[in-house]
Structures are given as C-alpha cells and as structure tokens.
C-alpha cells in the first residue's frame, strides 16, 4: 500500500477539477471552454448533451464565439441552453450557426468573477487538506497496528506534508493566472 502515491493521485485529480471549473469562469476573451461543457436537452428532451458533442465550436476574434451544429435541427436547443447558462451571454441565429458576443467585463463583473475563482479554489485546497488529513490517519493507524516503524512514519508523514505544500503552491499558481487572465483588459 502506497500512501504517498495515492494521495498524489488525489491530489492531482483535485487540481485537474479546478482547472476545468475555472475553465467556464468567464473573462473578457472569448474561449470554446467557456460554453463547450454546457448541458443541452436535445430531441424533445430526448438526450443530454454537452455542447462540444453537438457542434464545432470556433472563436471568432477576440469577442466573439461561433457555433455550428453537426445538426441544424438543435439550434434553437443550443440557444435555450446557453441563455439558460448562468453566463450571462445572448446567442444570436445566422443561418445554421450560433454567434454569441463575448462583451468586455466592467470593473464589478471583473471582481465577482474574482470571487467566484478564490470560493472555487478554498474549496479545492479544502479538499487536498482533507486527503492529507486522511494519509495521516491511515498512516497513524498502521503505526498503532505496528504495521511500521516509527522512521517509516516520520518519513511518510513529511513526504505527505512536503506533497501537500507543493499541491497547494501549485493551486495558487493557477489562481493568480486565472485572476490575472480575469483583469486583462
């Protein structure tokens, strides 16, 4: 049983979910990651599908996102969904495709998003300390179990903090790029 490497696993998995929540934070740019994850009823409701399934999805300039179904029959569920999204963005029809207009965010979006980024990453951080927290235990009840050495659980217990330090630097590294990208103007 490998602790280390587990939590390692845990951990990176964690950080691998914040960058895709971030993803859908919305900055001033437009992005294909900003809509490809949305949730689209289909077919009368028929399917549940994720946007990048049902259409190509291509940036159009800095400002503007085009979408153009494998099937022009879903438009109008695509539109539905994208201003059922909590984005805030209006689709427009042209034809067989969708154009939404990514508007430059004010001064107070730019800091609710910011908000939205540090809940986002607490919450992450929440997490990896709580798989450390975990590691701990499990190694704390082998050591009980004399399972191993006393050494063997020093060891493992500052390879775990030493993992858990970098996990979080790491964290921190995404949140002040994300932030970043979030004031550009």
Known sequence: MDIVSTFNQQAAKT???LKEDLKS???GRASPSLVENLSVDTYGGQSKLRLLELATILTEGASSISITP?????IQ???????KSPLGLTPSSQGTRIVIRIPSLNTEQREKYIKVVGEKVEEKKVT????????????????EKKEMSE???YRLEKEIDAQSTKF??????IRESKEKEIMEV
Not at 77 to 83: G, M, Q, V, Y
Not at 168 to 173: F, H, L, T
């Open 168 to 173: 979080m630097e790491e964290i921190n590294v």
């Open 25 to 27: 934070i919305r900055t």
């Open 77 to 83: 569920d695509i539109e539905k969904a994208i201003l």
């Open 15 to 17: 950080i691998l979910s």
């Open 70 to 74: 494998y099937d022009p029959s879903v």
């Open 151 to 153: 050494d063997e659980r």
């Open 128 to 143: 990896v300390r709580n798989h450390r927290d975990d590691s701990r235990r499990i190694i704390k009840t082998a050591f």
